[in-house]
Structure formats: structure tokens, C-alpha cells
């Protein structure tokens, strides 16, 4: 094992223990009976105090991550092209799973409350709940955002100078429906050739991602802002924005994950790839063409493919497709 390799675990390693030491500090100062508060207000001050420890836990991670980062190739069984790192599809389902928590309790109790309704189990447990998958959401965005940053990762934003190409190549993608009005306010041409898609579709890039980091960074501020009310004196109009503000974030969040698994389940092979890192060479030649210039080269060779034919089949040297996302 390298020094610099050492050094990483080592930072993982410290990083991780503090986060540790900081959450049994927190239980058991909640756990100790020296407050006479209930356990939703109890819940709340711990999900409070573990915030700096979940954001600096998923910085560290993010760094480690970027500094362990390696080209991705093209894999050498059958030819299927990269398309996320494994570090990309693990944090996407960690953040999956932060949403599988708290977005279900956080609508249950505006719901529960508007049509008052009493839920089968005490109402302290839905926050419970919900602050652990807050917690995990926060641990999750801290590490991508890092790594994105460190990364330099631009691959899901418009580049400067290219919305109208995008947004011809989203009115083309769009049913026909709702991508003629768009087209035409914009004054672009269906007749013609579409913009060729690179490796995210526009749809990804002009309403998918724009959405999702609105939503979420809503979201996460003005859950913030919540949660420090018994901590801080936050002002009542603040307070009122703020959780007005969370509500209208959280039905944001509930449309997107219906509208995302529309598109995705539509696309069966970007399922795929969420779980197993790779999307098939056909695919990406057929759906992602500007993406699959970029990649093919020398190392590619025409040859038959099983499951198609006039696929292409990569030749013996790998082929570098630049630092994983």
C-alpha cells in the first residue's frame, strides 16, 4: 500500500471516528434525562447537533473519493461503455434510500394534519424517521457536491453559448404535444435534423438536473432552518416562509421522483446502468451519437456482436473515456 494510499484511509478512517464520537456525545446527552422534553423535541436537537458531523463526514468522503478516482475503460467482455463510476451508482442509491425515508414521513405529516387523519403509530416516530433520511440526504450531498466540485464535473450543466442548441434538441425529444409549442416560441424547425444527444440526454440536461438541484437545495435549506428553531430564535415571518417554502420544495421533490421514474423506466438500459455502471455499445451508439464519437477511435474495430449484428467489437487495448463521474 502506497503513503498516499495510507493517507486516504487514514482521513476516511478519522473522519469516520469523529462522526462516531460525536453521535454517541449526542444520544447520550438525549438519552441522559437531564431534559424534560419529549421525544419529538428530543429527536429534533439531535438531528441539530449531528449536522456538522454529517456534512464534514461527507466531505471527507467526497475528497477521499476524488483522490482515489481512476480513468474508466471500456469493458473488455462484451464492449458496453461506462457511463457512471461505481462511486456515482453507490451514492445514488444511498441518497435513494435518504428519500425512501424522509420523503414519505415529511408528506404524511402535512397530509395527516390536513385531513386529520391520526397515524397508527405515535407521531414522534414519523420525524424520527424523517430526520434520519434527512441525515442521510445531507451526508450524501456533501459528498457529491465535493467530488463534483474537485472534479470538475460539468457533464450534466448547459455549456456557455449552447442553451438554444439545447433547448432545440429537448423540443425535438419532448412529445409532440408539448415540444411544438416550445419549438415554436422559440422559433426552431422540427422538420429538421435534430441536435445529435451527447452522453445525457437534454431532457437530463435542460429539466432533469435543473429541477432536482432546485428542489433539493429548497428543501435542504429550509429544513435547516426548521430544525434550528429550538436551538436559535428564528423570526416568525422567516419561520413561516421557511416552512411554507418546504412544502411547496417537498411537492416539487414528489413530482420530479414520479416525472424521473417516467423518463428512466421508459429508457430501461439507463436503469441498468444505474445499477451496473454500463450502458451497451448499441445503445449508445443508436441514443447517446455525440457521446460515442467522442469515444470511438482506434480501439474499435467493426465485428460482429452477439445479440446484433453490424455492432461494433472493441479491439484488445482498452479504451480511456477520461475520469468516472
Known amino acids: 500500500m502506497s503513503v498516499l494510499t495510507a493517507a486516504r484511509w487514514l482521513a476516511v478512517l478519522a473522519a469516520t471516528a469523529t462522526a462516531v464520537m460525536g453521535a454517541a456525545a449526542i444520544l447520550s446527552q ?12 428530543s429527536d429534533n436537537f439531535v438531528f441539530m447537533k449531528a449536522i456538522p458531523f454529517l456534512l464534514a463526514l461527507g466531505v471527507t468522503l467526497g475528497l ?17 461503455i461506462r457511463r457512471f463510476s461505481p462511486g456515482t451508482v453507490a451514492w445514488h442509491w444511498i441518497i435513494t434510500i ?66 438554444r442548441r439545447h433547448l432545440a434538441g429537448l423540443a425535438h425529444e419532448l412529445p409532440r404535444r408539448l415540444g411544438a409549442p416550445l419549438a415554436k416560441r422559440l422559433g426552431i424547425d422540427l422538420t429538421q435534423t435534430p441536435p445529435e444527444t451527447g452522453k445525457f440526454t437534454f431532457y437530463e440536461k435542460v429539466v432533469e438536473f435543473p429541477w ?35 412544502v411547496a420544495a417537498m411537492v416539487l421533490l414528489v413530482l420530479k421522483v414520479l416525472d424521473h421514474l417516467r423518463y428512466t423506466l ?48 472493441r479491439a484488445p487495448a482498452a479504451l480511456s473515456l477520461g475520469r468516472d463521474q
Not at 438525549?30 to 423535541?41: K, N, R, T, Y
Not at 467530488?147 to 449552447?162: I, K, T
Not at 445499477?275 to 445503445?283: A, D, I, K, R
Request: no cysteine.
Open 266 to 313: 421508459e429508457r430501461w438500459p439507463l436503469v441498468t446502468a444505474m445499477v451496473s455502471t454500463w450502458l451497451g455499445e448499441g445503445y449508445v451508439r443508436l441514443r447517446h451519437p455525440a457521446w460515442y464519437r467522442t469515444i470511438e477511435g482506434p480501439a474499435m474495430r467493426p465485428g460482429p456482436r452477439a445479440g446484433g449484428a453490424g455492432a461494433t467489437e
Open 64 to 80: 477521499v473519493r476524488h483522490r482515489a478516482a481512476r480513468r474508466s475503460e471500456r469493458r473488455a467482455s462484451d464492449g458496453a
Open 30 to 41: 438525549a438519552g441522559s434525562g437531564a431534559q424534560p422534553w419529549d421525544p419529538e423535541l
Open 212 to 246: 432536482w438541484s432546485v428542489a433539493i437545495g429548497l428543501i435542504t435549506v429550509t429544513g435547516l432552518v426548521k430544525a434550528m428553531r429550538y436551538a436559535y430564535p428564528v423570526p416568525g415571518p422567516v419561520l413561516y416562509w421557511a416552512s411554507t417554502l418546504h
Open 98 to 163: 435518504g428519500f425512501l425515508l424522509a420523503l414519505p414521513t415529511g408528506v404524511w405529516q402535512y397530509l395527516g394534519g390536513i385531513l386529520d387523519v391520526s397515524a397508527p403509530v405515535p407521531l414522534y416516530l414519523f420525524y424520527r424517521v424523517h430526520y434520519m433520511g434527512a441525515g442521510v440526504i445531507l451526508l450524501a450531498l456533501a459528498s457529491f457536491v465535493t467530488y463534483w466540485w474537485l472534479n470538475g464535473e460539468r457533464s450534466l450543466l448547459v455549456p456557455r453559448g449552447q442553451w
